[in-house]
């Protein structure tokens, strides 16, 4: 059987006839012998034509619509299939549905797309087993191509090669070797052909690395067959490439060929590649050399038809024995899919293999895809490359330069040069794609496997999967994670170790990640030995208590030097312990009760992992000292002279703190700017930061002091009251008085009076003086025409308070 094969890169200028009546009919016929030698180009045209007799034939419509849609003119197609679509009231054309699904689909109207799918199954689901298949398949490709719409990779930019490379006819195939960039294109003339606007062929060009483009030297470009397809061994001494001939104006048959590259850098004589590669009755094409690692031999990719594939045109390989001697194609199954899969290309750098395939989850038509290589030669990971290297047209020929920064590919995408710009049909242009390499968050969280628990002290090494060589390694004793920056656009294996443990390895990859990406990943280590776990606590707030220091000592050999841990930050340790060895651990921090403890490891019960959670306590409430509290200006009792009250201090906190907003618009008023946003912030941080916090920690205080005091301990707790100077120094000494009257008050008052029996029994006794303004700083304002300064102002604030100033054991 002939191949039939797409050639993506095929432009063929039109089908002419002589006609002597410009006739709808004339046109029709002339339409349908184009149609007979698949010139889709010119049966578009001529129906085009056709259909200027009358605009509402729906025959014509569709036959113009499927043509268009085979010379890739989307937006005439799906012009036509509407228009079908609107005329056909009896069903005549159940396909149309489908096809108008599949052109809005290549012009990347996603929503548009699935829902002619959803409505081709929902009416003709089943007549047609391939398209209802296809259908549903789209469907999931639409809503994918939906979700990425917003996800475009933002370090690579894809530009047009221009119009020095580019042309209204196809270029493709470009490959870029030691500076050179080789490509085909199918502007030449195919001079065999004596008639008028004959079919084009294509040709061999290089820009060298000066930027002269012109016709690769030599003979390979000497035939009137279609030259194409340039691939390079690894060591440079031979180019493959493919020979095609036309079977009609669509479709072509190739073979594959090879020329050795002489010493002087000309082409040696052609070679047809031998063995099984060219098989008769098939099409064998595009072929790229790689490197299988355990045979220690290049590959040859290429794409053929031939049959024992997944379908369509699929892509095989064989192994290169010697130059002579080329293994039996294999299909290449574990890329392959009922679809067309082309233009493979093997990148040795990355171990990646990447190609172009209308088979998978897609933007629409052919998507180029990567797919990683393992150690075995199996292909794994299939990913599609995204946006901007894939759009909703097709996009092919996707080769890569051996550092990774920079591709070129081809594409019929909305910017390539139109052969007919009326019904924008066609054409392949080249594109640069440029990458950029940036750094990519990795973090390697470790873990006990037998337990779950976070594992510290691990090791975490990162090596290049392709060169072996070890790029970065930390060890993490506090925490568990391992944070690293790694270059994008690599493959790493990831080895995490750690002693009395099995190592965990992973491979992690930076391909395809975007610049806001983090990974992250979990390695899991087998235990071999007993391994102790402790976590620090503050025993009052059951609070993770960091800043311990903790010393491990080997009491069975007393020669071994003390294990002394410190975590600043975090409140877990681990440590190794030997078998059947007797430890003594100690913890400590300052202001806090050491704690000791034994541990046998001849236990039983002290295998695998030991868990000690430690929680200490503060021994000194003068921690918890000084409490300092603000009161609103004269208060309590305002205007008295008493030097006592009945007020707690809760009933002058609550309403001074609903002062605020009065407190920061008083003293920010006649200011403007910068300097009013400041004024009013600075009082907004002293009555959440010092009056409401220094209430809260009253409440903390009396607290600890009643838990005290239930266990035995006697305390004398000193108490002071302040004024800010706007009164008289007598007067502010009485009210300072009151204060601290208020405060004696609270203490009373708290927890339903949970304090008076101490208070009578005397284990506890209250000690105060009043400083009223003579503490007050010399700067502090007492005009009373500027009550901004000496009432609201947050420095006055800060002098109206009494204070908890310390607390001493009595017994």
């Known amino acids: 059987m002939n191949l039939r094969i797409k050639i993506i890169s095929l432009i063929l200028l039109g089908f002419c006839v002589s006609l002597t009546a410009q006739t709808k009919k004339a046109w029709l016929e002339a339409a349908e012998i184009a149609l007979e030698d698949k010139d889709f180009h010119s049966a578009t045209e001529f129906f085009k034509t056709a259909l200027e007799f009358d605009t509402a034939d729906i025959t014509v419509l569709a036959a113009s619509a499927d043509a268009a849609k085979n010379f890739n003119a989307y937006t005439f197609a799906s012009d036509k299939y509407e228009r079908v679509l609107e005329l056909d009231t009896e069903n005549e054309y159940p396909k149309t549905q489908f096809y108008l699904a599949e052109m809005y689909q290549k012009l990347g109207r996603y929503e548009e797309a699935k829902t002619q799918y959803e409505l081709y199954l929902s009416e003709y689901n089943g007549e047609d087993e391939y398209l209802s298949l296809r259908a549903g398949k789209e469907i999931e490709a639409c809503t994918w191509a939906i979700e990425q719409q917003d996800q475009e990779y933002d370090y690579i930019t894809v530009e047009n090669a221009g119009s020095e490379i580019n042309t209204p006819y196809s270029e493709f195939g470009a490959y870029k070797v030691d500076g050179d960039l080789y490509y085909s294109s199918l502007r030449f003339e195919n001079q065999k052909e004596d008639v008028y606007d004959p079919k084009k062929i294509s040709k061999l060009l290089k820009v060298n690395s000066e930027g002269v483009n012109d016709l690769l030297e030599g003979e390979i470009n000497g035939s009137n067959s279609l030259v194409g397809h340039t691939a390079f061994n690894m060591n440079k001494t031979r180019v493959y490439y493919t020979l095609c001939d036309y079977i009609n104006t669509y479709d072509i048959t190739c073979d594959i060929f090879y020329r050795p590259l002489l010493d002087d850098g000309q082409l040696g004589n052609a070679v047809r590649v031998p063995g099984n590669i060219n098989q008769e009755g098939s099409t064998s094409t595009q072929p790229a050399l790689g490197y299988d690692s355990q045979l220690g031999r290049e590959v040859l990719y290429f794409v053929s038809d031939r049959e024992g594939g997944e379908g369509k045109l699929d892509i095989w390989y064989s192994v290169i024995q010697s130059d002579t001697d080329f293994g039996e194609p294999r299909n290449l199954s574990s890329v392959n899919t009922g679809e067309n899969e082309l233009s493979p290309f093997w990148h040795a750098d990355s171990r990646t293999f990447f190609f172009s395939s209308e088979g998978y989850l897609g933007f629409g038509g052919f998507d180029v895809y990567s797919a990683d290589s393992m150690e075995d030669g199996s292909l794994v990971n299939i990913t599609n490359l995204g946006s901007p290297v894939n759009t909703s047209y097709n996009d092919l ?114 391909k395809n990640v975007r610049k806001d990406e983090e990974i992250i990943k979990k390695l899991y280590l087998d235990q071999e030995i007993t391994i102790l776990d402790i976590t620090t606590f503050d025993s009052e707030t059951n609070a993770d208590l960091s800043g311990v220091t903790i010393i491990l000592e080997n009491l069975d050999d007393p020669s071994k030097i003390d294990v002394i841990r410190f975590n600043e930050l975090g409140n877990d340790f681990q440590f190794e312990l030997d078998p059947c060895t007797k430890y003594r651990v100690t913890a400590f921090k300052d202001g806090f009760e050491s704690q000791t403890f034994l541990i046998d490891t001849c236990d039983p019960s002290s295998q695998g992992t030991i868990k000690k959670e430690l929680f200490m306590g503060k021994p000194n409430l003068n921690i918890y000292l000084p409490v300092t509290l603000y009161f609103d200006n004269d208060y309590p009792d305002p205007r008295s002279r008493n030097m006592y009250t009945l007020s707690n201090y809760s009933e002058t906190y609550y309403p001074y703190f609903a002062k605020k907003e009065e407190f920061k618009q008083k003293y920010s008023e006649g200011m403007s700017g910068d300097l009013k946003y400041s004024a009013a912030q600075n009082v907004d941080f002293f009555f959440e930061d010092d009056v409401k916090g220094e209430f809260n920690k009253m409440q903390i205080f009396f607290d600890k002091l009643l838990e005290r005091l239930r266990n035995g301990d006697s305390f004398e707790v000193a108490i002071r009251g302040f004024a800010s100077p706007k009164s008289t120094n007598k007067y502010n000494l009485a009210l300072g008085q009151r204060r601290v009257y208020s405060l004696r008050n609270e203490l009373r008052d708290f927890a339903s009076g949970a304090f008076e029996q101490y208070l009578n029994t005397g284990q506890l006794i209250l000690s105060d003086v009043s400083y009223g303004e003579e503490l007050a700083p010399s700067g502090i304002s007492d005009s009373n025409s500027n009550v901004t300064k000496s009432i609201y102002s947050v420095e006055a604030s800060k002098e109206r308070k009494a204070q908890i100033v310390s607390v001493r054991k009595l017994n």
């Open 397 to 510: 020929y996707y080769t890569l330069n051996d550092e990774g920064s920079e591709a070129f590919m081809s594409s019929n995408r909305i910017g390539s040069q139109y052969l007919e710009d009326q019904v924008e049909a066609c054409c392949y242009d080249i594109y640069r794609v440029d990458i950029e390499e940036f750094e990519v968050p990795f973090n390697a969280l470790t873990f006990n496997k037998t337990t779950g628990d976070s594992l510290l002290m691990v090791t975490v090494r990162v090596i290049d999967a392709v060169t072996g060589e070890e790029i970065a390694s930390l060890t993490n004793p506090d925490e568990n994670d391992h944070i690293f920056m790694l270059p994008s656009q690599k493959d790493y294996i990831v080895i995490a170790e750690r002693n009395g443990f099995s190592s965990d390895t992973i491979n992690v990859s930076t």
